[in-house]
């Protein structure tokens, strides 16, 4: 091999490294203004926030048997099936 060969395939891969590097450096700055312009849009125009089930009377209201929290669209039996398979499955794995 000669060196100006050698040198023009430095010179080739030291310009193609800088362009990788501006260009990622490019999309890392755009995705950060992004971002932030997405924020500041959030913050102009909120969206309607979920208000809080009026049935509901405190901390303790969603809790089934066993103090277990249960949400209001899950039946009772479910939970109840969910829970005996879980102990019977902690009971088998300790033997």
């Known amino acids: 091999m000669d060196s100006g060969s ?4 430095l010179f080739e891969a030291g310009s193609l490294m ?4 501006v260009f990622v450096f490019s999309f890392l ?9 997405i924020a500041r849009f959030c913050e102009a125009f909120p969206g309607e926030t979920a208000e809080p ?3 509901l ?9 066993n103090n277990q929290a249960v949400q209001p669209g ?3 039996s479910v939970v109840a099936a969910i829970s005996a398979a879980i102990h019977t499955h902690r009971q088998n ?3």
């Open 18 to 21: 800088l362009i990788g590097m």
């Open 93 to 95: 794995s300790k033997k």
């Open 53 to 55: 089930s009026a049935n």
């Open 6 to 9: 050698v040198a023009s395939l």
């Open 29 to 37: 700055g755009l995705l950060i203004v992004g971002i932030h312009l």
């Open 74 to 76: 899950i039946d009772g």
């Open 57 to 65: 009377k405190g901390p303790s209201a969603n809790l089934g048997r």
